[in-house]
């Protein structure tokens, strides 16, 4: 879908009135996790498990795993926005929903590499961090 080109930016029509959203520490470790090329690129799912291969993630089982420190193991092969998962996993919540929904299209449909979501998280931050309260982790 994006390719190489530029996906689009968040603009502050936009952000959600009731954005809790990340502490810096979480969304630096977010980043970190997704450009350490420990978590294999996975799409559709926050997190896949196969037998023949390694785990893949999508940007958003990242966050839950890396930083919510939430086990999706359990949860294999759930789609998260259709399992009902976004209930038990508060740190996604911290998350805007219109975030949410641009990450899935930039990791499923664009496939964006995680080096490139986190380039495209970087430029968005000032829409993912919070701004005094602190976001949930469980």
């Known amino acids: 879908m ?4 530029s996906p689009p930016t968040l603009g502050d029509e936009e952000e959600e009135d009731t954005m809790i959203g990340l502490t810096d520490q979480q969304f630096d470790g977010w980043v ?3 450009r350490s090329g420990k ?6 799912q926050l997190r896949r498990t196969n037998l023949t291969r390694l785990d893949q993630y999508c940007c958003l089982g990242v966050l839950a795993e890396a930083v919510g ?3 999706l193991m359990d949860d294999a092969g759930f789609n998260y926005w259709n399992s009902g ?3 038990d996993l508060e740190i ?3 998350v805007p929903i219109i975030v949410r929904k641009q990450l899935t299209i930039l990791n499923d449909e664009g496939k964006l590499s995680f ?3 986190a380039d495209w998280l970087e430029q ?3 829409k993912i961090v919070s701004k005094g309260e602190k976001a949930p982790v469980k």
Do not use: C
């Not at 978590?39 to 559709?44: E, I, K, L, V």
């Open 124 to 126: 968005s931050r000032s």
């Open 85 to 87: 998962l976004e209930d």
């Open 39 to 44: 978590y294999p690129q996975g799409f559709g």
């Open 2 to 5: 994006y390719g190489h080109d």
């Open 92 to 94: 996604l919540n911290a």
């Open 115 to 117: 080096t490139e979501i």
């Open 32 to 34: 970190a996790a997704l």
């Open 69 to 71: 420190g939430v086990d």
